[in-house]
């Protein structure tokens, strides 16, 4: 019993020095540092996203959308602008709740926030707000060069079972921006590279430019080139206009869906 | 050569090859070699909401769909002595055109509607159908917060995907006048509904009332309805669903009673999703059947881009318990040119002769038991 006592004891002592590292540097308070500084917790946040998909070796796709989202709330609602015949579909998330609306069956959908945006390789739970310091507890962190980047390199693994990937790898910058992830599962197996190589600054929050996302699971051998799904998402207009509550409701997407 | 020399042999190979594999795969981190910098927006704040709920112009759009087919197969299952037994060949071609409009003059009013007409010139005479008002209503959001609808509109309700509206208690909303009064910011949704669906209504007791609550519990989709008019009696209905490892759990219970019957039809399923692949459980018991044995269930799977190909598969598959009949059906489905979707199909109706899906639910128009299905259909939106 004084063994069992002892490793939980040891374990726990382990769990919270791998917040800090040998240079002091406190990782919790990075991560907390990382979300205060691309969450709009006194505004909504809007703007038009454009993704582009293409598969290994083949064929692009490309989804127009407008995306509202309240961060206080953890609210956010979608609207499909391209292509046409997705037109007017629409995502609505309340907490962990995802509703998705088909215009043309009038039926809305509830089911899992974690799953593929329009069948690429950014997911619903991208449009979400950053919350790494409540979903993710740091175990490591190392400094690296990424390009023209000194970056904070961390090692994440998740506190709950809600997010999309038990672990992680971030890059951070100095400027407390993300711009780098790799997400893994719990085996550890490479399951997706995102980069976000430039953000804009609305109001004094951060919000990505634009990113690049490779899914690992989707591969094709081209020309004996090993290429992946990559999706590349364009965020244009951010604006930080009040919005009312009503916009965040099922009857709303409703209304606006053409 | 000895076994660890063997094993460090192919262990050499194996580090090699990842190490050539890793070199040739794609990266990202080229990005941030020489990336656009930060930039700061002071535009002024953009009304994104305003695209959608205001336009200067009536905006118009429309449909049209036109497919066409030959089926070709037996009534009765074929036999070797005479191939030619319960034979027969059907070609068919049926094309619809829908006309919509949609203004938005104000934030807080909105005018919508779509006329249709349809041509089967095979079965008839080969001339467009009149037009006929498919959806006519208005929207308009009272005080800020109760979302009015009101006119001739379609709603859902119920969760059914292969045994498509069982469950949805208001499926002949369409072809009734329905006012609902919405309360969005209430729970998940609180939806009161008056709907006049008969001639000569001039009572108020005449009308068909009906209320929807939603509200998710715990990760829970929970939503509650009821529809009562004097002649049809009460049906409510408890809808269920929750997302359990990825996996849609849904339960839908509808119960009927009027002065004369009390029943419950009841559906269970589930929905699974993965990049490529798309999986649809259904159960479904109607105790409105005499007996109370009335139980089905059913099956369908689809395949995107089978094999790295172009085509899609679809398999599907319903059993009624009741009388042992069911269908099964293949098919592969490919777009060849812009707009035009092909498809070929084996569908097969199995069980006694006169049972449930070789007559009743047979899709077939000569009810064929088992057939090969070739099929163009054009969909066009503007």
């Known amino acids: ?258 | 050569m000895t076994k660890a020399g063997r094993a460090l042999l192919v262990a050499t190979l194996v580090l090699a090859a990842s190490v050539s594999w890793a070199q040739e795969e794609e990266s990202l981190d080229d990005l941030f070699d020489d990336p656009v910098g930060d930039t700061v927006s002071e535009a002024a704040p953009t009304d994104h909401l305003a695209q959608f709920v205001t336009d200067d112009k009536i905006r118009f759009s429309g449909y049209f769909n036109a497919e066409g087919g030959v089926v070709a197969g037996w009534t009765s299952w074929p036999v070797v002595s005479d191939p030619s037994a319960g034979f027969d060949g059907t070609v068919g071609l049926t094309a619809t055109a829908n006309l919509y409009f949609d203004a938005r003059p104000d934030p807080d009013f909105r005018f919508y509607g779509y006329m249709t007409t349809s041509m089967n010139p095979l079965a008839g005479a080969a001339t467009w159908s009149g037009f006929s008002i498919g959806e006519l209503f208005i929207d308009y959001t009272w005080l800020g917060d109760v979302f009015i609808r009101m006119g001739k509109h379609d709603m859902a309700w119920g969760q059914a995907r292969l045994f498509e509206g069982v469950t949805d208690i208001m499926a002949d909303a369409v072809s009734g006048f329905s006012l609902r009064a919405s309360l969005p910011t209430l729970l998940s949704g609180v939806s009161v509904i008056g709907m006049i669906n008969r001639a000569d209504v001039t009572s108020y007791r005449q009308i068909c009332y009906a209320a929807k609550v939603d509200e998710v519990l715990f990760g829970t989709m929970l939503s509650l309805g009821a529809r009562y008019q004097l002649d049809e009696g009460l049906n409510a209905l408890v809808s269920v669903k929750r997302v359990l490892w990825s996996v849609d759990l849904l339960v839908d219970t509808v119960l009927h009673y009027d002065d004369e019957a009390f029943y419950p039809r009841v559906l269970a399923g589930f929905f699974r999703e993965w990049p490529d692949i798309k999986l649809y459980g259904e159960y479904y018991y109607n105790g409105e059947t005499e007996g109370g044995q009335d139980h089905t269930a059913g099956l369908a799977c689809g395949f995107n881009n089978i094999v790295g190909s172009q085509l899609d598969l679809g398999l599907q598959w319903i059993h009624a318990f009741i009388d042992g009949s069911g269908s099964a059906t293949a098919g592969v489905t490919w777009k060849p040119w812009k707009y035009i979707t092909a498809t070929v199909a084996v569908p097969v109706a199995y069980g006694p002769d006169g049972s449930r899906y070789v007559t009743t639910f047979n899709e077939d128009v000569a009810d064929r038991r088992l057939a090969l299905v070739f099929g163009l259909e054009m969909e066009v939106s503007f």
Request: glycine share 6%.
């Open chain 1, 1 to 258: 019993m004084k063994r069992i006592r002892l490793t939980i004891a040891l374990s726990l002592a382990l769990a919270a020095l791998g917040s800090i590292s040998a240079q002091g540097t406190d990782y919790a308070e990075l991560l907390r540092r990382v979300d205060a500084t691309v969450t709009f917790e006194g505004a909504d946040l809007s703007a038009e996203y454009t993704i582009v998909k293409r598969d290994p070796g083949g064929a692009t796709s490309t989804t127009v959308a407008t995306m509202f989202r309240r961060d206080a709330t953890g609210q956010f609602l979608i609207l499909i602008l391209e292509p046409v015949i997705d037109k007017g579909k629409g995502y609505l998330k309340e907490g962990d709740n995802l509703w998705l609306y088909d215009p043309v069956d009038r039926v809305f959908t509830f089911t899992s926030a974690k799953e593929r945006f329009q069948n690429s390789s950014f997911r619903n739970s991208d449009f979400n707000r950053s919350n790494f310091s409540k979903d993710y507890t740091p175990v490591s962190g190392t400094r690296e060069r990424l390009g023209k980047f000194d970056c904070t390199v961390l090692e994440l693994r998740a506190t709950n079972d809600s997010v999309s990937f038990p672990r992680m790898r971030i890059w951070v910058t100095d400027d407390y921006l993300v711009r780098k992830m790799e997400d893994y599962s719990l085996s550890g197996q490479l399951m997706r590279t995102s980069a976000i190589p430039s953000y804009q600054k609305v109001g004094n929050k951060w919000v990505a430019a634009g990113m690049v996302i490779l899914d690992h699971l989707k591969t094709k051998n081209v020309g004996g080139k090993v290429e992946y799904e990559r999706t590349t998402v364009t965020i244009a207009r951010p604006s930080l206009a009040a919005l009312p509550d009503s916009v965040y409701t099922k009857e709303y997407l409703e209304k606006v869906a053409r």
